[in-house]
């Protein structure tokens, strides 16, 4: 290490008394250079920054030596390269520092060395023109120097500094940090970089300082004092405080499709960060799923969504969130929402007292409170206004600028296009749930084969609504159909596709297709319109055209027989709890979804006695994110064997196990306890093939009426059965058999061996036939065939509300 005066041949510049500030970064470049600098060394300022200072402290084993040493906070005399190229002489000391974004920097001191004894003058000099904040402190943290930068931030002159405290001399809030930080240096003698933010003395505006705490050490190592240089970073720190708050507002506001959340998110980041008080408040309109109005005039009414304040409980809100308030034209949030511009007022500003003035209740607000800087900012999205946001600063005793404002309406932008986003989907979304909701049963239809319980909950993701479906169909003879279905995909177009199919099935099952029959049918029906879409070309945006696949379970319960009939279309098994609680789906080979085309459906049918649970869902019922297929089918079973009160008891038992708070695929459910009807409901009479038999079938029908009290429909009864019953005999084949049977209708049904059915014809005037179908059509609720391998069914039903 050099400590001595420099060797022969090396000059001290004349200029060397001034003392020479630079600031070098992390990369040795150097990023700032003062006066003294270019006195000491020759260089100007515009050829020094952004060069790598090795380039000016030359190279040598003095440099090579001295560096770590001044780098260690030692003071120490190295050799440096003049503009002309000679060597100069100088004392070096190098303080660590950082810049506004917290990268680190070195200030780098220089000065003529001393030749035997310190040169008091240029010590003088150094700290009476330091434009820097650089002070010294003993270890009693008493003041021993200061700088001329150091008096001026702090209006304190360094004669009226020295010897006092730094909790005499440093603001308050500014003085506990960096006073813990001295004294950390002189415990440790490691230095330290603090980010102080304050007012350096009472009236000045907020700063923002890099404060480097040194050690000064004697010749035997110990720390005999603490310099701090401090380094105004306030608009380095702002700017990236700004950049930060408009990170956040793009990654935390808009986290859910739900406008009220993130109105609210808008409040939450904003608060405390550049506000003390905020207020979101939107067009009331949006609200009724109206679309907002390009233009906007006259009083306008706002609903508050959200707001937010560094007070908790937000005391400064005058209204409550989602209550409305008017706003008459003259106000800042209806002219901001008129002109689509933002605002900054202070409190004395006509706009604001004519508000006040308008309203005592707010203006009494903004005194006890002591608002006195508000900024509107409106809450534009593709061209339209959706409301305004209020800041107001009450704490802070800084007021909002300008710069403030253009960040407040870049987060209005953002937060904007959040709250449209949400707004468009959740509109949509209603719309979509409109639709499949009046696409489904309102109700289960009036039966006495079951007693059903149903629930349907569409999914809560972005992908839109699905297309599940379920119904419970009334059949003749007593018998019901329950169908559950799902079409894959979501959205618009997997509802009304669930609406087609569900209408198609009812359609089908009003003609007494078997089950593997009325599939074959409606995966026909899946395919011509998979065929009609493709025809038009692919669905703009899709890009290519897709399939219409869908699943579907169709079974038959017959309460007169005890069996039940079902295929599956690629659905989920139903499950079956027989009358003493053992669970177990059924053995059904499951045939291909709808809209494969080209394969057989399969049909299974089994005994069901009286009292027994059938339960058919969608696959969202037993897959989610916290178990497999596999285990939900597991789950649904064991949770089936437990007993409930009630078959509405069960269902919410069965969604509330299944599935999760936030089910990401729609799910149909559907639970139904099997009844039997008893036999003294049924009458069954085998009819000989001879019109002879015909008078003393319907006097046993008759009979049977009396028994049951039907007196009232003995005249009608006979007619239908006189009809049905010749018609069979004239037209079809052996064996014909008569059923009638007491349900919530009275039902009759006549069966043949021949697969020819009749048909309901307009007879001429002198036609002696034709007109036997037309009576039971008339006389009847309603009537039809049903078609067995066997033969068919011709039945009618009689209403008996009125006996």
């Not at 169709?554 to 139903?574: I, M, N, S």
Request: hydrophobic share 40%; aromatic share 4%.
């Amino acid at each position: 290490m050099h400590a001595d005066p420099p060797p022969d041949g090396m000059g001290v510049a004349p200029d060397a008394v001034v003392p020479a500030t630079a600031v070098v970064d992390a990369r040795g470049i150097v990023a700032g250079w003062s006066a003294g600098a270019e006195g000491l060394l020759g260089y100007p300022y515009q050829e020094v920054v952004g060069r790598p200072a090795t380039g000016l402290l030359g190279s040598g084993e003095d440099v090579e030596q001295g560096l770590p040493a001044a780098l260690a906070g030692r003071s120490v005399v190295v050799s440096l390269r003049h503009r002309a190229g000679r060597r100069v002489a100088a004392r070096l000391r190098v303080y660590p520092s950082c810049d506004g974004e917290g990268n680190a920097q070195y200030l780098v001191l220089a000065a003529a060395p001393e030749q035997s004894h310190p040169d008091t003058a240029t010590t003088e000099e150094a700290f009476a023109q330091c434009h820097l904040p650089v002070m010294l402190f003993d270890p009693a943290l008493r003041a021993l120097r200061a700088s001329a930068g150091a008096a001026r931030e702090l209006g304190i002159s360094e004669e009226r500094m020295q010897g006092r405290r730094i909790t005499d001399i440093l603001p308050p809030h500014a003085c506990r940090r960096v006073e813990d930080g001295m004294r950390r240096v002189f415990a440790t003698g490691d230095p330290e970089q603090l980010l102080v933010r304050g007012r350096a003395r009472p009236g000045a505006g907020e700063r923002i300082w890099s404060v480097a705490v040194s050690p000064i050490r004697s010749a035997s190592g110990r720390v005999r004092q603490v310099q701090l240089a401090a380094l105004d970073v306030a608009e380095q720190y702002l700017a990236r405080e700004r950049l930060t708050l408009l990170n956040d507002v793009s990654t935390q506001v808009g986290s859910t499709l739900d406008v009220t959340r993130t109105a609210q998110e808008m409040a939450d980041v904003t608060v405390g960060r550049l506000a003390d008080f905020v207020t979101v408040d939107l067009l009331d309109s949006l609200f009724r799923g109206e679309e907002p109005s390009a233009t906007v005039t006259g009083t306008v009414t706002l609903r508050r969504v959200a707001h937010q304040s560094v007070l908790p409980g937000a005391p400064e809100a005058v209204i409550r969130q989602g209550e409305v308030d008017h706003y008459p034209q003259s106000t800042p949030p209806a002219r901001c929402l008129a002109t689509g511009r933002p605002s900054l007022h202070r409190t004395i500003d006509e706009a604001i007292r004519s508000w006040q003035n308008a309203d005592p209740e707010r203006a009494g607000v903004v005194r006890s409170f002591g608002i006195h800087s508000v900024m509107v900012i409106p809450l534009s999205a593709r061209g339209i206004t959706l409301g305004v946001a209020v800041l107001v600063r009450h704490r802070r005793q800084d007021p909002f600028d300008e710069d403030d404002l253009l960040l407040a309406q870049e987060i209005g932008a953002r937060a904007a296009v959040a709250v449209d986003n949400a707004r468009r989907y959740t509109l949509e979304r209603t719309t979509a749930l409109t639709l499949q909701r009046s696409l489904l049963p309102r109700r289960i239809a009036d039966q006495n084969a079951v007693e059903a319980a149903y629930r349907y909950l569409p999914a809560r993701t972005r992908a839109g609504l699905g297309g599940d479906w379920f119904d419970v169909i009334p059949l003749s003879g007593a018998r019901v159909a329950l169908v559950v279905g799902d079409v894959v995909g979501h959205g618009l177009r997997a509802s009304a596709t669930m609406g087609r199919l569900r209408t198609a099935v009812r359609t089908l099952a009003d003609v007494d297709l078997p089950p593997d029959e009325l599939l074959v049918h409606l995966d026909d029906l899946a395919t011509h319109l998979t065929a009609d879409e493709n025809s038009v070309g692919p669905e703009p945006g899709r890009g290519i055209s897709t399939c219409l696949i869908a699943t579907c379970l169709y079974l038959v319960y017959d309460p007169v027989a005890g069996r039940c009939t079902a295929a599956t279309a690629g659905h989920p098994p139903p499950a079956c709890v027989t009358p003493d609680g053992t669970a177990d789906y059924v053995d059904i080979r499951p045939g291909p979804p709808l809209g494969v085309g080209g394969l057989p459906f399969e049909t299974v049918e089994w005994e069901l006695p009286a009292g027994s649970l059938l339960t058919l869902y969608t696959d969202g019922l037993i897959e989610g994110p916290q178990h497999d297929p596999g285990s939900g089918l597991t789950l649904l079973r064991q949770c089936l064997e437990r007993p409930a009160a009630s078959l509405d008891a069960l269902c919410d038992d069965l969604i509330h196990t299944l599935l999760p708070d936030q089910p990401q695929d729609d799910v149909a459910l559907l639970v139904a306890r099997t009844r039997a009807l008893d036999m003294s409901q049924v009458a069954t009479w085998d009819v000989p093939s001879d019109p002879a038999v015909v008078a003393g079938t319907r006097a046993q029908v008759l009979e049977r009426l009396a028994e049951w009290g039907l007196h009232d429909l003995g005249f009608t009864v006979e007619l239908v059965v006189s009809e049905l019953v010749t018609n069979a005999i004239r037209y079809g084949q052996p064996p014909i058999r008569l059923r009638v049977i007491r349900d919530a209708s009275l039902i009759c049904e006549v069966s043949d061996g021949s697969s020819t059915a009749p048909h309901l014809r307009r007879a001429r005037a002198f036609d002696e036939g034709g007109r036997g179908l037309l009576l039971v059509a008339q006389l009847t609720q309603r009537w039809g065939t049903r078609h067995r391998t066997d033969g068919k069914t011709i039945w009618a039903e009689l209403d008996i509300t009125g006996e």
